[in-house]
Structures are given as structure tokens and as C-alpha cells.
């Protein structure tokens, strides 16, 4: 499901359903919404995350103030943190239960904070070209990073570009790996032949094994089946 993304007059919601502790069926369970307030991650906010491995923690990404942060389950939020990225705009998150980590891709590239201290975000960017957020964009713009469920948390796989079309995003479609949680990286392939000029990723996930599915805008379906090494469009867009 695609969440709306213009939220800069449009309070974050949260869904209350203390009651379900009382009744244990679906049918007794009250559900009441109550806004909380914008957590204040710009004009648009392009994901919404619980921390699977700790529920009470929600990540909120924004295209202009960072990251936003819930400890208490979404009943308040930190202030956004502009300034500990390169770049304002934040897309997606990944969360390492091994490493005890949370990623977030962005404009500028990936960052991590640990999941005991999440307001606190590191850049990992070794081997991957400069930001020039003013005149040149940004050449490793990410939309998601990917664990490898198989690798302890040690090997990571990131898809390039913006699903919003950012056109200060350079390299849309380029696929980056790390084998040593992030530390350093290098520039494996495209997910798209070079006959797309543009291939922002909107989705991705890693399946079984070595295979690795994203959804690409104005290209499809394409699937690795050696992790993120090779793609092949598998569904072009105009049959899905």
C-alpha cells in the first residue's frame, strides 16, 4: 500500500486500541483515532515505519527535515534532524535485528543509528562518489537498502534513485553493495538495461535465497537471481 505522502498541513494519525487488551475478539476492540501532530519532516512524508523488532519505536522519513522519531509508540515525536544528512530528503528504512540496527536511504546516501539510540545517525558512504546537494545532485541517491537475511547483518544491497522522480537524483537505478554492514560499498549494476534511461526504483524485497525483486517506474518487474549482481525486467510495465 502506498502511503499519501502531502502531509505538510495533514497531522500523523495514530490508531488506539487499548481495549483489544480488556476483549480479547476482534468484535469487542474500540478503535479510535486521535491525531498527534506533524512531526515536522517537511512538506511531504514518503514512509512511515514501526521498528518490527521494537514496536514501540516509529520512524517517519521526510523530502525536507530528516528523520522523525517515536519512542513512546507514536504518542510523541522527536524534533527532526536536518542537519545530521547531507541531504533533506529521507525514503525508506531497514531494520537489522542481528546488528541491532535501523538504515535509512536517502538523497545523499545510506545512514544507520542503532536501535538503542535512534536519534543518533551515522553516514556510511566509504567509496561511493561526493554529494554536490547545490549544483551537481546527488549520484547515490537511494530509495531502499536490503539486508541479506543470509549474512548476519554484514551484506547489504541498496537500490539507487527516488520513487517520488526527484530530478536532482543522478544514476536512477543503480544498484549498491556492501559486505561489511555498510562500511564501505561499490557500484555492482543497474536494475534496468541502458535503454531506460531513467529507472527509479519504488519498491524492492529480498526473497529467497539470492533473489531479489523492485518494482522500477516506466520499466517493471525486474528480478536478480544472484543478489543484485545481474537483473532482467521480468514483467515490463505496460503488462502489470
Given at each position: 500500500?502506498?502511503?499519501?505522502?502531502?502531509?505538510?498541513?495533514?497531522?500523523?494519525?495514530?490508531?488506539?486500541?487499548?481495549?483489544?487488551?480488556?476483549?480479547?475478539?476482534?468484535?469487542?476492540?474500540?478503535?479510535?483515532?486521535?491525531?498527534?501532530?506533524?512531526?515536522?519532516?517537511?512538506?511531504?512524508?514518503?514512509?512511515?515505519r514501526i521498528n518490527p523488532h521494537n514496536?514501540?519505536?516509529?520512524?517517519?522519513?521526510?523530502?525536507?527535515?530528516?528523520?522523525?522519531?517515536?519512542?513512546?509508540?507514536?504518542?510523541?515525536?522527536?524534533?527532526?534532524?536536518?542537519?545530521?544528512?547531507?541531504?533533506?530528503?529521507?525514503?525508506?528504512?531497514?531494520?537489522?535485528?542481528?546488528?541491532?540496527?535501523?538504515?535509512?536511504?536517502?538523497?545523499?546516501?545510506?545512514?544507520?543509528?542503532?536501535?538503542?539510540?535512534?536519534?543518533?545517525?551515522?553516514?556510511?558512504?566509504?567509496?561511493?562518489?561526493?554529494?554536490?546537494?547545490?549544483?551537481?545532485?546527488?549520484?547515490?541517491?537511494?530509495?531502499?537498502?536490503?539486508?541479506?537475511?543470509?549474512?548476519a547483518g554484514r551484506r547489504l544491497v541498496?537500490?539507487?534513485?527516488?520513487?517520488?522522480?526527484?530530478?536532482?537524483?543522478?544514476?536512477?537505478?543503480?544498484?549498491?553493495?556492501?559486505?561489511?554492514?555498510?562500511?564501505?560499498?561499490?557500484?555492482?549494476?543497474?536494475?534496468?538495461?541502458?535503454?531506460?534511461?531513467?529507472?527509479?526504483?519504488?519498491?524492492?524485497?529480498?526473497?529467497?535465497?539470492?533473489?531479489?525483486?523492485?518494482?522500477?517506474?516506466?520499466?517493471?518487474?525486474?528480478?536478480?537471481?544472484?543478489?543484485?549482481?545481474?537483473?532482467?525486467?521480468?514483467?515490463?510495465?505496460g503488462q502489470i
Amino acid at each position: 500500500m502506498q502511503l499519501p505522502t502531502r502531509a505538510a498541513t495533514t497531522a500523523v494519525f495514530a490508531l488506539a486500541a487499548l481495549a483489544a487488551r480488556a476483549h480479547p475478539t476482534m468484535a469487542d476492540v474500540s478503535l479510535i483515532w486521535r491525531p498527534l501532530g506533524e512531526p515536522g519532516c517537511g512538506g511531504d512524508i514518503t514512509a512511515v515505519r514501526i521498528n518490527p523488532h521494537n514496536t514501540t519505536q516509529i520512524f517517519i522519513a521526510g523530502d525536507m527535515l530528516g528523520v522523525g522519531v517515536s519512542m513512546d509508540g507514536g504518542r510523541s515525536f522527536s524534533s527532526p534532524n536536518a542537519s545530521s544528512f547531507l541531504s533533506y530528503e529521507a525514503a525508506d528504512f531497514s531494520f537489522d535485528p542481528v546488528l541491532r540496527r535501523v538504515y535509512v536511504a536517502t538523497a545523499s546516501g545510506p545512514y544507520y543509528s542503532n536501535m538503542s539510540t535512534p536519534l543518533q545517525w551515522q553516514s556510511i558512504r566509504e567509496g561511493m562518489p561526493a554529494v554536490d546537494s547545490v549544483y551537481g545532485g546527488y549520484p547515490a541517491a537511494m530509495q531502499i537498502i536490503l539486508i541479506d537475511p543470509a549474512s548476519a547483518g554484514r551484506r547489504l544491497v541498496a537500490l539507487g534513485g527516488s520513487k517520488r522522480g526527484w530530478a536532482r537524483v543522478h544514476n536512477a537505478g543503480t544498484v549498491w553493495e556492501s559486505i561489511d554492514a555498510g562500511e564501505s560499498w561499490r557500484n555492482i549494476s543497474r536494475v534496468a538495461p541502458a535503454s531506460y534511461k531513467s529507472a527509479n526504483v519504488m519498491a524492492a524485497a529480498w526473497s529467497a535465497g539470492e533473489t531479489v525483486w523492485a518494482a522500477v517506474k516506466g520499466v517493471g518487474m525486474s528480478r536478480s537471481v544472484d543478489g543484485g549482481l545481474t537483473w532482467e525486467v521480468r514483467w515490463p510495465a505496460g503488462q502489470i
